[in-house]
């Protein structure tokens, strides 16, 4: 048996912790590893979003300027 540790830290702050005990043949093991991995890897993407310091929009408005409109409707 193995004892498996994976931590994930967005920042310096820990967000996610497992520890699992793994035994089994090296592919067992590597298996129950990869499918741990796995799993954490939407927790570990949210957390990143979530961390995020400023909220990016998903589309920039256009904005428009009224002294561009109207002089091309003067010409």
Not at 33 to 46: E, G, M, P, S, V
Request: aromatic share 2%; net charge negative.
């Amino acid at each position: 048996m193995q004892q498996v540790k994976i931590t994930v830290e967005v920042d310096g702050e820990v967000v996610e912790q497992v520890v699992e005990q793994v035994g089994g043949t090296l592919e067992e093991r590597e298996e129950k590893i990869d499918a741990l991995t796995r799993q954490l890897a939407a927790k570990t993407l949210q957390a990143s979003v979530d961390h995020a310091a400023v909220p990016r929009p998903l589309f920039r408005h256009r904005v428009e300027t009224s002294d561009t409109k109207d002089s091309k409707r003067e010409h």
